[in-house]
C-alpha cells in the first residue's frame, strides 16, 4: 500500500469528525446519504466517481442508489469543502484539511496508482491570483491538478 493510501486512511476519522463538527456550526445537516459518501470517499486513496459511490453505498442486494442522490451529496459536500472534484478525472476525494474559500489548492496524482496528495501554498495562490489580475479575471475556484509519478511508485519501477 503507498503512502496516499496510510494518510487518507488516517485522516478519515479526524475529517468525519469535523464536517460534523462544521455542519452542526452552519445550522446544516450530514445526512445519512451525505455521510455515507463521505466515508466511501475516504475508504479510498484514489479519486471516485459517482457511479461507483452510488454502488459502494447502495445496500447490498437491494435497489442501487440513483446516481442523481449521488450527485446531491457531492455537491452539498463540495460546496461545504468536505470534498474536492478532480474534473480531469470527473471523479471526487475527501478533503480533510479544511481550506478557505480563496486557497489555491494542487494536486498531485499520480498516473501509476491513482493515489492522490494534496497541497496549499500561499506562493502559489499569490502566482494565480497574480495571473488573474493581470488579465482582470475573477476566479471562482483555483484547483491545479500535476499529474506524474508519486515517490513510491518511482521507487517500485527502479527496483
Same mark, same amino acid.
Given at each position: 500500500m503507498?503512502?496516499h493510501?496510510?494518510?487518507?486512511?488516517?485522516?478519515?476519522?479526524?475529517?468525519?469528525?469535523r464536517?460534523?463538527?462544521?455542519c452542526?456550526?452552519r445550522?446544516?445537516?450530514?445526512?445519512?446519504?451525505?455521510?455515507k459518501?463521505?466515508e466511501?470517499l475516504?475508504?479510498?486513496?484514489?479519486?471516485?466517481g459517482?457511479?461507483?459511490?452510488?454502488?459502494r453505498?447502495s $445496500?447490498p442486494g437491494?435497489r442501487r442508489? +440513483?446516481?442523481?442522490? &449521488?450527485?446531491? +451529496?457531492?455537491d452539498?459536500?463540495v460546496? #461545504?469543502?468536505?470534498?474536492? =472534484?478532480?474534473?480531469?478525472?470527473n471523479?471526487? &476525494?475527501?478533503? $480533510?484539511? *479544511?481550506? *478557505?474559500?480563496d486557497?489555491a489548492?494542487a494536486f498531485? &496524482?499520480?498516473?501509476v496508482? *491513482?493515489?492522490?496528495d494534496?497541497? +496549499?501554498?500561499?506562493?502559489m =495562490?499569490?502566482? &494565480?491570483?497574480?495571473?488573474?489580475q493581470?488579465?482582470?479575471?475573477?476566479?471562482s475556484? #483555483?484547483?491545479?491538478?500535476?499529474?506524474? =509519478?508519486?515517490e513510491?511508485c518511482?521507487?517500485a519501477?527502479?527496483?
Amino acid at each position: 500500500m503507498c503512502q496516499h493510501a496510510h494518510d487518507h486512511a488516517d485522516q478519515a476519522e479526524a475529517g468525519l469528525a469535523r464536517a460534523e463538527a462544521v455542519c452542526s456550526e452552519r445550522g446544516l445537516r450530514l445526512t445519512p446519504i451525505r455521510r455515507k459518501t463521505l466515508e466511501a470517499l475516504y475508504a479510498d486513496h484514489r479519486p471516485v466517481g459517482a457511479y461507483d459511490l452510488a454502488d459502494r453505498i447502495s $445496500p447490498p442486494g437491494g435497489r442501487r442508489l +440513483a446516481p442523481i442522490s &449521488i450527485y446531491r +451529496a457531492l455537491d452539498f459536500l463540495v460546496e #461545504q469543502g468536505f470534498v474536492h =472534484r478532480l474534473s480531469s478525472r470527473n471523479a471526487f &476525494i475527501a478533503c $480533510p484539511h *479544511g481550506h *478557505g474559500a480563496d486557497e489555491a489548492v494542487a494536486f498531485l &496524482i499520480c498516473e501509476v496508482c *491513482g493515489g492522490v496528495d494534496e497541497d +496549499a501554498s500561499p506562493a502559489m =495562490r499569490s502566482a &494565480i491570483r497574480g495571473m488573474a489580475q493581470a488579465r482582470q479575471f475573477k476566479t471562482s475556484y #483555483q484547483v491545479v491538478e500535476i499529474v506524474g =509519478r508519486c515517490e513510491h511508485c518511482r521507487n517500485a519501477e527502479a527496483a
